[in-house]
């Protein structure tokens, strides 16, 4: 294990105005790791993602690799990260295997043509998430669970080291959901990515091999082993009245 963790947050204060939604966070992930991130709604989970992609102002210090994100320009754009909304919309009727394509963007230079390996890529990545039939059709006229699958591909074309993912399977079914779950434990495995993810899916949760949970709707949030037992507290902990009356 190296000196640098992936990812580094130290005293992190965010939120808006007089609402502050994360105060004074600590998170240390030390090599590659899934992280799962639960809490309930309005608990400020999708904010931590707007602090670590450089959209609001924070105090504290985030480190991905060593490199103060303060430093970096566009986050999101440099390869350290990348990001997936919750809800991503595009106004305009492209084809599938073009909208994963542009996934690339880092690797190809400004106005000139994907390439062949670029288009074999992005074939790959739709294959993965199991959305390959999809690739001639026009994006804007898919279902909200397939637009999810294409956003996924997408993104994982985008090879940055630290992965956002806000609710990935939130639209999906049941079968695709687990896929999914199961294609990010991949990424990091394999591909020695770390992937944080924001979800509210516990039951998914409860079937993978390990990584982290961070409950964002806990007094003192701090990354926990994602275990069975954890994921079991940290349910009973969110379904719980005086859990609620902590949050809001
Ligand atoms: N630009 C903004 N100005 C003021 N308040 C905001 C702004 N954006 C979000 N909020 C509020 O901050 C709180 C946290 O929002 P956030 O999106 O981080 O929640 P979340 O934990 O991701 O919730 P959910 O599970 O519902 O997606 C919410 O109450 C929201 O209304």
Known sequence: MSDISVLH????IAGYGQRVLLRNLFLSVPEPAF????????????????????????????QVLGQDLRTVRQPANSGLLAYLPQRGSVEFSISVRELVVMGRFRHHRFLSAYSPTDYALADAALTQVGA?????????????????????????????????????????????????FDLLQSWVQEQRKTVLCITHDLDNLLALPGGYLLNLSAPAPQ?????????????????????????T
């Open 223 to 247: 990354l926990e082993p994602l275990t069975p037992a954890t994921v079991r507290a940290a349910r009973e902990y969110l379904e719980s009245e005086e859990s609620l009356k902590v949050t």
């Open 35 to 62: 992280v799962a991130i639960v809490g309930h709604n309005g608990c400020g989970k999708t904010t931590l993602f707007r602090a670590l992609t450089g959209r609001i102002p924070y105090e504290g210090t985030i």
């Open 132 to 180: 390959a039939h999809l690739a001639t059709r026009d994006f804007t006229l898919l279902s909200g669970g397939e637009q999810q699958l294409v956003w996924l591909a997408q993104l994982s074309l985008q090879d940055a080291a630290l992965y956002l993912l806000d609710e990935p399977t939130q639209q999906l079914d049941v079968y695709y959901r687990r896929r999914v």
């Open 9 to 12: 947050i130290e005293q992190l």
